[in-house]
């Protein structure tokens, strides 16, 4: 059984920053690629950025691109989201998943674990 925790989550101002993490336990983490996801209020969930095994391959969602950034520590089993210059748009709940192949996807049936979410709210 995989467990996924994220934390990180907060109230920010716009343009602010926030590190979101999510701690993995359950599987070896440095095999599976790693997600984020969020999901507004009566939205399905929406991608936001993968990362592969090594991390030395990322993907971004065209909304982020340039203001997050997804790393991992596999020393750790841990990946984060370092999200900059954050907008009240992004406003949501963010989960982070895991799948059980180094091969990154956008979808989220592409991933069989989620954590519970953790909540970022921007104030304009």
């Known amino acids: 059984q995989v467990q996924l925790v994220e934390s990180g989550g907060g109230l920010v101002q716009a343009g602010g920053s926030l590190r979101l993490s999510c701690a993995s336990s359950?599987?070896?983490?440095?095999?599976?690629?790693m997600g984020w996801f969020r999901q507004f209020p009566g939205k399905e969930r929406e991608f936001v950025a993968a990362?592969?095994?090594?991390?030395?391959?990322?993907d971004y969602a065209a909304s982020v691109k340039g203001r997050f950034t997804i790393s991992r520590d596999n020393a750790k089993n841990t990946v984060y989201l370092q999200m900059n210059s954050l907008k009240p748009e992004d406003t949501a709940v963010y989960y982070c998943?895991?799948?059980?192949?180094?091969?990154?996807?956008?979808?989220?049936?592409?991933?069989?674990?989620w954590g519970q979410g953790t909540q970022v709210t921007v104030s304009s």
């Open positions: 998943a895991t799948r059980p192949s180094y091969v990154l996807v956008r979808t989220v049936g592409g991933y069989d674990y």
């Open positions: 359950g599987r070896t983490f440095s095999v599976g690629a």
């Open positions: 990362i592969n095994w090594s991390g030395g391959t990322t």
